[in-house]
């Protein structure tokens, strides 16, 4: 809900800043006030941070980028507090003018930051659109090893059991990162980070298990593991779910009652025990004598959060020291000190352990059902308390966040790029625009025409055309230039005549005709590889031997290289019909491979030699194949499209490396896979190399033989490994036989990569004489879009809703909810940007009356903010003033309690008995949240 | 929008020749065996000539008959003023003929860019003799087979051979004996309100356009269209004063967004009115009002029963003196062609004739209607009453004839689901035929378990539960898309402020916000049926969805922005197709590598 009505408040704010922005002085670089303004001699210090240092180099002012300068500037104020700084290189100064990111293209969009010296990440500012995202971000790049992030349960589990017996675990579910709640979290994480083992997902798979149906889980969630007492790795750690509001004060008080030690003796750990009333914590008192001490008193430790433990060894003290009457006569005995109330509740019923533990459930119990105004309070105040809860006022129907942080993301990979690329202009001089005059007569003058059809809104049609562009540019000093595109955007026309449907459409035109849609890899080199083809003769004719021997080795007649790496030659004795079929076959995949031909009976030789025996002999060429360079076709030599087919299926070679562009192509054949999973290591090898011997004696026609590099343990060669396997700790080299299509995936284990053993296995898989336990079913699943979008029905539908739930009240919905939240007031209720009101002010006075209309709305109504809600910062520089003077490990000190500051990890012993941290009586970091 | 093969345009004239002899023999010998024609099209004016273009284009044998001498002849006479108010827009900063089409409101379609009509008035606001011409060069560049001077009447169904002919006759008794009879008369008869007192008006249809006529005449005008503000803005400054009576609250098309409604090229006098200067609006119902002539004076005096009549106020401003009141209410439609009128005058104002939504007679079979006559389906809505949304409607009928009686299926592409956004964002950021008749013209497209889609341009959406029987595709098992640009709800009525401040949506979440035309998406799991259209909410042409998609509203009208137009698009199609489409996991374990997922989805994922 917060998010929902920030964007209302955007969205206000944008159609204000409509007005605003023929108004607003421009920014300059001196109006970044708490971001320091770095000198280049000082940058390589400034970079030394031995936390995180971030960067911006500012180069100009940019109405769009106006917003992220207030906000990195706010940003630089409050992580100054985390010691975390904040700067910003003045481009524009002549002084910086060789400053290497000054000079650089995309600098203005990214944030910088900067560790020892190094440069860490590269952030866009996109995605650091304000105070919240702009913390979060860097308070988890400053703190990635402490609070890392695990996006499988088994990476959870992992993390969880490596800490069982030495470290509690929070644990959070986040929306993604960036959110407000992803930053308080990192806020509270940074605090307690010397504490507690932190770690965070933004994957609700990293969830399962915690809760019931973790694939709804739709906001962020926060689990304390309790995993320090857990002295058995089998045994499970005590979860506590966090079930307070996410925000900063209530989660940090959380942690801090989990801060404070679990219990509490009197007087052994000493007189005073430290949980103070302003914990809001329940006391639970065990009164014991040494001799009636009952140790498994301890597993009211399960009350943890709702209450603190303190045992109190009647023997040793008095009841005036721990502030009682008296104490109880007999021991053990156990009493009740509900928080905020000064007297116990003492367990009346015969003592045994569970009756203890029931007598505090049942008095929990009582107190939370129990009336308010005992508490003290007015009736009054108990329903204000709860409206201050609620997003809108009573009787108003809470409208669902529509917004979804995953729509902004972009899902698609290509758009993505497309996106990225936008800002670099395409090349498209060289490239000749059709219309509709000029597409026939182009086509008709000329002996070979290239004509791309595409949407310019479409992004796969923009990721070809700035490849053919550039295509085109390499025809630059020739007189041919044979790159067209039509525009079906602008030649609705042309396309519907050329009857292009899908786009892109790259048709190629041969003596005024239609020859063939292009069908190869849509990059630079297939397309101009195609041209170059096309142009060649086809078949290409080989006169002698020499010739012969000459394209073998990839050298035309001409003496230039044979274009790709694939080509194709034949050798007749005669002008058989063979040789008719072959040109057919040339003509019609001419644009792929270069075919050569000899018909007069002088590639004998070569037919020996590539292993035809004799002529006729038709043989396909693959320079880069190590294993098998010659493949010889032996099928009916006047059948065109059996050689074709041949030839297509010829194409790939005999042990192809597996990259995403030659997968379609495998795929399609309908033939399991035999991967190898492999890196660069001598082991690897000593599996292919069985491997190539099994691809050469070719016994395998129906299999395809691949090799998967998986070196990187982050490949996705070794992710597809780690699926197949079933198993997180596989390791290369590995043997799969992969029927994708069946779903079927058998596993080579256990087996030395011998010539024998691994065709055994291979028999016994054609055999269906395999072990089970080898074989990985891949799972039926279902394709579901990764990003959920926008469900508008649902959205009209609860509006419908609201209108008649509030009929009568005719508010505006975005005008209410303002007034509620305070437009032009972000989340902390600091006022987006004061500056542009001082200005426009002064421009009330002598501009125009609609002008002056439109400040009294903003005045009254747009910038007024309901009660209580938020309170305008209070914060004064010299508050945190002596910020710099804190380790970094130290957490600095709010304005309210002065120096005393947090404890820092040093201070406290591990051990949760003895040490009594003297906790600060407010909210940490900042009063406002 | 595609463009469709031209005929041999060294066969035509001959064939149309060979045909008029034919015909022009069977005249002489009148009364004797009726003539026959496939289709009949009465009336040669825009929207006869338009019918007549997709007839001869699909070479049927048809005939327009025209009772004047020329085509377009009612733009010989209106408007009266002769300035046209459709606009006539030359330059749009576009190539693309179709979205071109979007703002030019006269041309009729046509595969001859030559016939545009741009090419025969550079004028925004062309004068109506253009009209004229251009109809008459229409017809003449695509040799339409029209029957001039021939007056039709006596139109009635007979039935022979166990089918139903329709047949007519014209003023020399010449019999026609059609298959299909398309009226496209147009409504061209005077509205007169039947009131005592009523020959003492005006009207517009005979006003005198000599201004001196009206110089220092008080002048009242009946009517609160295009044509009582045009008649008032030719004479109010050579009036007295002119008092404008109209029985509602003016509708200003920029409120309403209904080019039928006062278009501000026409709307001076609201000036005058507003600003105080002697003219004037009132609220009256003429029908309970009679016109008196006192003293050389017109008045306009309550017509009641006598008890019922309110009394006199002396303050009240029909007591003022006239010396014209001229009345401007607009036309009807001539139902005396028909033998049988009480079959298709039905309506209480006769202003239209009964039809269905695929333009087709309610009650006779085989009589069909195009043209402004039948824009009682899209009353007040769209622009099914004027040149530039009728030439669409027409183009449909061609294509429910072709179906109905020739058995050609309506023209459709096949196109993989991957394809589908890039499709719909090109049609709606060009179709015309989308943007003109928006909310009643809508594309459609079936989406089968292949994920391969059918996509049918330009379908009356209120037949949504008939696709099948009237397009011939079959739509069994198919998941539906209808694709139609729409209004926000709200955003058009006399009393909507349309320059409100927050007039606009400007996030593609808020995108049903959205005021301005906007492309909408409405999702079906399988056709809707008959009974489903009858849930319809107001206003709303089709069937409740289960699943809407607003493309976010865009100032300039183009919907092809990465982000705020076709990513959310896109996201909504995977989400209503893709949910049901079925994969092998392993393919997702490659396709998140994958740069072309799309290749590997449409091959092995079934649609469930």
Redesign the interface.
């Known amino acids: 809900m917060r998010i929902r009505r920030n ?1 209302i408040t955007i ?1 206000l704010v ?2 204000f800043s409509i007005f605003c922005e023929s108004v607003a002085v421009g920014f300059t670089v001196d109006q970044f006030n708490h971001a320091k303004l770095i000198r280049k001699e000082d940058l390589p210090g400034f970079k030394q941070s031995k936390t995180v240092s971030v960067l911006y180099y500012y180069k100009e002012d940019n109405p769009k980028h106006r917003s992220f300068f207030h906000e990195y500037d706010k940003s630089a104020e409050y992580l100054g507090l985390y010691d975390l700084k904040l700067g910003v290189v003045n481009c524009k100064d002549p002084a910086n003018s060789d400053v290497d990111r000054c000079t650089e293209d995309k600098t203005d969009a990214l944030v910088y930051t900067y560790s020892n010296g190094n440069e860490l990440l590269a952030l866009e500012i996109e995605t650091m659109f304000d105070v919240n995202s702009m913390m979060s971000n860097i308070l988890q790049l400053a703190l990635l090893r402490e609070v890392p992030i695990l996006q499988s349960k088994e990476e959870r589990e992992n993390f969880v059991n490596k800490h069982k017996g030495t470290h509690d675990v929070v644990f959070s579910f986040q929306k993604a990162i960036g959110t407000y709640e992803h930053r308080i979290f990192m806020e509270v994480a940074y605090a307690f980070h010397h504490k507690f083992q932190f770690a965070i997902s933004t994957a609700t798979e990293a969830v399962t298990g915690l809760i019931p149906h973790p694939e709804i889980l739709d906001e962020a969630k926060v689990w304390f593991l309790m995993c320090s007492q857990v002295i058995n790795k089998e045994d499970d750690c005590f979860i506590k779910f966090y079930d307070d509001k996410m925000d900063l004060s209530s989660l940090a008080s959380f942690m801090r009652k989990l801060d404070t030690p679990p219990n509490f003796d009197i007087p052994g750990d000493g007189i005073t025990h430290p949980y103070t009333p302003d914990l809001g914590l329940h006391l639970v008192y065990l009164f014991y004598r040494e001799s009636t001490y009952v140790h498994h008193v301890k597993c009211l430790l399960l009350l943890m959060c709702k209450a603190a433990f303190i045992t109190v060894n009647v023997e040793a003290t008095l009841p005036e020291a721990v502030g009682l009457d008296d104490f109880p006569p007999n021991t053990p005995a156990v009493a009740v000190q509900y928080k905020s109330e000064k007297n116990l509740v003492h367990m009346t019923e015969a003592w045994s352990i569970d009756s203890a533990f029931e007598f505090f459930a049942s008095k929990l119990h009582e107190y939370e059902v129990r009336p308010r105004e005992q508490e003290g309070q007015g009736v009054g105040d108990v329903m204000g308390d709860e409206v201050e809860g609620q997003t809108y006022p009573e009787g108003e129907l809470e409208e669902k966040d ?3 942080e995953e ?1 902004e993301t ?1 899902d ?4 993505e790029a ?2 990225r690329a936008r800002k670099i202009k395409m090349d498209l001089e060289l490239v000749e625009r059709l ?2 005059k000029t597409f026939t007569p182009t086509i008709q003058e000329r002996d070979l025409v290239f004509t791309l059809f595409y ?7 923009l990721a070809i055309l700035r490849a053919y562009g550039e295509a085109a540019r390499k025809f630059e000093n020739q007189t041919d230039r044979p790159f067209t595109v039509v525009n ?6 042309v396309c ?2 050329e009857n292009i ?3 892109p459409v790259l048709k190629i035109y041969e003596q005024g005709k239609f020859l063939k849609d292009y069908d190869g890899m849509l990059s630079i080199e297939d397309v101009m590889n195609a041209y170059k083809l096309l142009k060649q003769e086809k078949p290409v004719s080989l006169a002698d031997k020499e010739e012969i021997e000459k394209f073998f080795t990839g050298i035309l007649p001409d003496g230039s290289n044979i274009t790709g790496t694939v080509s194709v030659v034949a050798l007749f004795d005669d002008q058989n019909k063979g040789v008719q079929t072959y040109k057919e076959v040339a003509r019609s995949l001419g644009d792929k491979f270069t075919f050569g031909i000899n018909s007069d009976g002088q590639g004998k030789d070569f037919a020996q030699k590539s292993g035809c025996g004799d002529l006729p002999c038709v043989v396909i060429l693959r320079r880069n194949d190590l294993v098998q360079p010659y493949v010889t076709f032996s099928g009916d030599l006047t059948s065109a499209e059996e050689l074709s087919s041949f030839i297509e299926k010829s194409l790939n070679p005999s042990l192809a490396e597996l990259t ?1 562009s030659i ?2 192509q495998l ?2 054949q309908n033939r399991p896979f035999v991967i190898s999973f492999v890196d660069d290591t001598e082991s690897s090898r000593q599996l292919l190399e069985p491997i190539q011997s099994l691809v050469k004696a070719q016994a395998y026609p129906d299999l395809i033989f691949c090799l998967l590099q998986s070196g990187d343990i982050n490949s ?1 060669g070794r ?2 490994l780690q ?1 197949y396997q079933n198993s997180t700790s596989s390791s290369v080299p590995a043997l799969s036989y ?1 029927h ?2 069946e ?1 079927k995936v058998y596993n080579y284990l256990d087996k030395s990569f011998t010539k024998d053993q691994i065709e055994a296995w291979l028999k016994d898989i054609q055999n269906q004489n395999i072990d089970d336990k080898t074989l990985f079913l ?8 990764r ?7 649902e ?2 539908k609860e509006n419908e809703e609201m209108k008649k739930k509030s009929q009568g009240r005719k508010v ?1 919905p ?1 005008v209410h909810a303002a007034n509620v939240h305070g437009i032009g007031f972000d989340s902390e209720g600091n006022e987006v940007d004061p500056r542009n009101q001082d200005n426009k002010k002064e421009e009330t006075v002598d501009d125009s009356e609609i002008r002056r209309e439109l400040i009294e709305l903003q005045k009254s109504r747009l910038y007024h903010h309901a009660e209580g809600k938020h309170k305008p910062s209070h914060r004064k520089p010299e508050d945190h003033s002596d910020t710099p003077r804190h380790t970094p490990e130290s957490i600095p000190p709010t304005p309210e309690t002065g120096g005393s500051g947090y404890p820092a990890p040093e201070d406290t012993s591990p051990s949760s008995e003895g040490s009594t941290p003297s906790p600060p009586k407010k909210t940490i970091i900042h009063d406002d949240l | 929008m595609k463009t469709f093969p031209r005929m041999d345009p060294a066969i035509l004239p001959s064939d149309s020749f060979v045909r008029g002899v034919f015909l022009l023999s069977l005249c002489w010998t009148a009364n004797a065996a009726p003539v026959y024609h496939d289709y009949c099209v009465i009336g040669a004016g825009p929207a006869g000539l338009q019918i007549g273009y997709f007839l001869q284009r699909s070479q049927r044998n048809y005939v327009i008959f025209e009772k004047s001498n020329s085509a377009g002849s009612f733009f010989n006479k209106y408007p009266i003023h002769r300035k046209l108010i459709s606009i006539n827009k030359i330059y749009t900063g576009k190539t693309n003929k179709d979205y071109n089409l979007r703002h030019d409101w006269n041309s009729l379609l046509s595969d001859d860019d030559r016939m545009l009509f741009k090419h025969f008035s550079r004028q925004m606001f062309p004068s109506a003799d253009v009209m004229v011409k251009y109809l008459q060069t229409y017809a003449d560049r695509f040799n339409l087979t029209i029957r001039y001077n021939t007056e039709i009447s006596d139109i009635h169904s007979v039935h022979e051979d166990n089918r139903t002919k329709i047949s007519m006759k014209d003023q020399h008794d010449n019999q026609y004996l059609c298959r299909v009879a398309i009226v496209a008369t147009g409504i061209w008869q005077p509205r007169i309100p039947d009131i005592p007192g009523q020959e003492l008006m005006d009207g517009y249809e005979s006003l005198s356009l000599n201004a001196s006529d009206y110089e220092g005449k008080s002048v009242m005008i009946l009517g609160r269209g295009n044509s009582a503000f045009e008649t008032a803005t030719a004479i109010y400054d050579k009036t007295n004063f002119i008092h404008m009576v109209g029985r509602h609250r003016i509708r200003l098309a920029w409120e309403t967004h209904y080019v039928g409604d006062l278009r501000a090229v026409n709307n001076e006098l609201l000036d005058t009115y507003q600003l105080k200067s002697l003219d004037g609006l009132l609220e009256y119902d003429i029908n309970d009002y009679k016109i008196v002539k006192e003293g050389g004076k017109l008045y306009l005096r309550e017509n009641m029963a006598t008890g019922q009549q309110w009394g006199e106020y002396d303050n009240d401003p029909l007591l003022t003196p006239y010396d014209k009141i001229i009345r401007c209410l607009g036309f009807k439609f001539d139902p005396s062609i028909f033998r049988k009128i009480s079959d298709f005058a039905v309506r209480p104002s006769q202003k239209y004739p009964f039809i269905d939504y695929d333009y087709r007679s309610s009650m006779v079979d085989g009589i069909y209607f195009t043209g402004t006559i039948a824009h009682s389906l899209d009353f007040r809505q769209s622009a099914g009453g004027f040149i530039h949304g009728f030439r669409y409607s027409a183009r449909v009928l061609s294509k429910v004839l072709n179906w109905r009686y020739h058995q050609e299926k309506w023209p459709s592409e096949i196109l993989p689901v991957s394809n589908l956004s890039s499709a719909i964002i090109k049609r709606v950021n060009e179709a015309s035929g989308l943007y003109q008749m928006f909310t009643y013209l809508g594309d459609v497209v079936l989406v089968d378990k292949d994920g391969m889609c059918e996509y049918i341009e330009e379908y009356p959406v209120k037949l949504i539960h008939k696709l099948s029987e009237v397009t011939g595709i079959e739509t069994a098992n198919k998941m539906v898309l209808v694709v139609v640009l729409q209004y926000g709800e709200g955003f058009h009525g006399p009393e909507e402020d349309v320059f409100r401040v927050d007039r606009a949506a400007t996030e593609p979440e808020f995108a049903e916000y959205s005021n301005f035309l906007h492309p909408v998406i409405h999702f079906y799991t399988e056709i809707p049926k008959e009974e489903d259209t009858v849930k319809r909410k107001r206003g709303d042409p089709l069937p409740p969805a289960d699943r809407i998609h607003h493309v976010l509203e865009d100032f300039s009208a183009n919907w092809d922005r990465p982000h705020a137009h076709i990513k959310p698009l896109n996201k909504f199609l995977q989400r209503v197709l893709k949910n049901r489409t079925k994969c092998r996991s392993q393919t997702n374990t490659f396709s998140k590598y994958l740069a072309s997922t799309d290749t590997l989805n449409t091959q092995s994922c079934v649609v469930t």
Request: aromatic letters at 14%.
């Open positions: 964007i969205q944008t159609l529509r917004y979804s729509i972009e698609d990979q290509v758009a497309i996106q219309t509709d949407l310019p809104f479409d992004h796969r049609s079906c955007h602008d030649w609705t026309d519907a005549t449907t899908r786009y995403p997968l379609p795929y399609k996705f992710q597809i699926t992969a994708l299509r779903g891949l799972k039926d699943g279902t394709y579901k879009p990003i959920q979008g926008y469900h508008f029905l959205f009209i505006d975005d």
